[in-house]
């Protein structure tokens, strides 16, 4: 597509449940990045992939959160038994190789997370 | 360690007057600097980043920023502020990692324009 997608773009849950967030990046990109965006936080870093691999997970804030992205293209982040805590808005961003460090990342809408 | 300073979090402006963010950035080498935009309600844009070909980076929409190694600083400017220019700015430095690079994101300047 043009840009990067992310769905939903806006999700309400109650405390406990599982979540699926989906992020689709722009044509060709093999980098990919979650980040995550809140009130008290700010902008912080989540994960990224080179490909399907995800070779540095220590931004994942616990063992609730975890992501997987297949055939290179398509992105889930999930988190598990979501807490309020958890409510943000959580953005998806790709570049073409993101092998340089002024490479482009290119952002989604986002989704927003709301743990009620 | 990589990071960046955004030294006001509102910056209020007349609509046809400059506009002056404030970043400063601590780098151990030369850093890779943006500046990203988010509007209400959208996803970020970025405005323009500096790769050391030239310490005064030209962007999107009129923006500027410049380099300045001595004064660790990389100020976004534009000579005259528009109503559409009402945003969250981000200054923002990149960090490498393993394979790749992750972004580092400053505080945020929100920027309100006045009629």
């Known amino acids: 597509g043009a840009g990067v997608s992310q769905s939903p773009s806006n999700k309400v849950t109650e405390k406990g449940k599982d979540v699926e967030l989906r992020c689709d990046p722009i044509?060709?990109?093999?980098?990919l990045y979650w980040y995550r965006q809140s009130l008290g936080q700010g902008l912080e870093f989540l994960i990224y992939?080179?490909?399907?691999?995800?070779?540095?997970k220590s931004g994942l804030p616990s063992d609730r959160f975890s992501a997987e992205r297949t055939g290179g293209s398509v992105s889930t982040l999930t988190i598990q038994r979501t807490q309020q805590e958890d409510s943000a808005v959580y953005l998806c961003?790709?570049?073409?190789?993101?092998?340089?460090?002024?490479?482009?990342?290119?952002f989604g809408p986002g989704t927003r997370l709301t743990v009620l | 360690a990589q990071s960046v300073t955004q030294l006001d979090s509102h910056v209020s402006v007349s609509e046809g007057t400059p506009v002056l963010l404030r970043c400063n950035y601590s780098?151990?080498?030369?850093?890779?600097l943006f500046w990203y935009v988010q509007h209400p309600n959208k996803g970020l844009q970025l405005l323009l980043k500096?790769?050391?070909?030239?310490?005064l980076v030209k962007g999107i929409n009129g923006f500027e920023a410049e380099f300045k190694k001595s004064e660790t600083s990389f100020h976004l400017t534009k000579p005259s502020a528009h109503m559409s220019d009402a945003a969250e700015y981000f200054c923002?430095?990149?960090?490498?990692?393993?394979?790749?690079?992750?972004?580092?994101f400053g505080s945020g300047t929100r920027l309100l324009v006045r009629p």
């Open positions: 992939f080179q490909g399907n691999s995800a070779p540095d």
């Open positions: 961003a790709s570049s073409l190789e993101g092998v340089s460090s002024t490479d482009t990342q290119y």
């Open positions: 500096y790769t050391s070909a030239a310490t």
């Open positions: 923002v430095v990149s960090l490498r990692m393993d394979s790749s690079y992750k972004l580092i």
């Open positions: 780098s151990s080498y030369s850093p890779s």
């Open positions: 044509s060709g990109h093999t980098a």
